[in-house]
């Protein structure tokens, strides 16, 4: 569906399953949030309605310039190609790749750097843990339960589901509450579990890269790196779950001598 939000007198926000009805809606509303596959289907079936925006933002832009979502980029600049248009993409991180696609891209560009270039949050407490082997993480994961230092609720990252669902039935055998999300959950799968883990009903969701971007958890206490991010990008994106909006957040790494050549 789509949202819009911003009546004129007041915030609200309401949802709808076609976009016949945004023209009318656009006296009272002035945006509209959308994935982009949406609103590249809605206006090639309605080529009208392109000319209804002037501003288009694109969120965790630095994904569009990856080979899998140039396609939907492409898309987009067609039909969003008039000259009147402002484009603003939002990115925690920008790749000097990423970078100059965007100067090949874009015209007239001005760059906005709030904090550090790349760089994680100075309101993370940021930790490097040494296990040794495999079973040297679950070892270290109960002593941070044990001894109170992690904070909850958490999120565990991991490089894949199989590896998720290992560590999840870990925790649930030694009575701690939580939860796992990875990608062949379907969309309802999902949503249930986070709104659990949102109300901290679940202590601890174990993940992969999934949630990684585009997830906003206002009380999350800590992030675990329990497989180590195999980029820059992916452990600032990580531990930026977590001390968010100037609160205090965690962040604990885990790597073994498997690990040394990263």
Known sequence: CMQFIGRKNSLKEIKFTHIQKMEQELNNYQLVITTP?????????????????????????????????????????????????????????????????????????????????????????????????????????????????????????????????????????????????SGELSLEEREERLKLFDNESVWIMVTTEVLSRGIDFQNLKSVINYDIPTSKVSYIHRVGRTGRAGKKGKSFTFFTNEDKPL
Not at 153 to 178: A, H
């Open 37 to 181: 596959n949406k609103i590249v289907k809605e206006i090639e079936n309605n080529p009208n309605y392109q000319n209804i925006f002037n501003t288009i933002v694109l969120d965790e832009a630095d994904k569009f310039f990856e080979l899998s979502l140039m396609n939907v980029l492409d898309s987009l600049l067609e039909i969003f190609k008039s000259n009147t248009n402002q484009w603003i993409l939002i990115s925690a991180t920008l790749p000097m790749e990423v970078e100059k696609s965007i100067k090949n891209v874009f015209v007239d560009q001005i760059q906005c750097i709030i904090g550090e270039k790349i760089a994680s949050l100075n309101t993370i407490d940021q930790k490097l843990i040494y296990c040794g082997n495999e079973e040297g993480k679950i070892n270290e994961l109960q002593n941070l339960i044990n001894n109170g230092e992690l904070g909850l609720p958490c999120l565990i990252f991991l490089q894949d589901k199989q590896r998720v669902k290992q560590v999840y039935r870990y925790l649930q055998k030694i009575g701690v509450k939580s939860s796992y999300l």
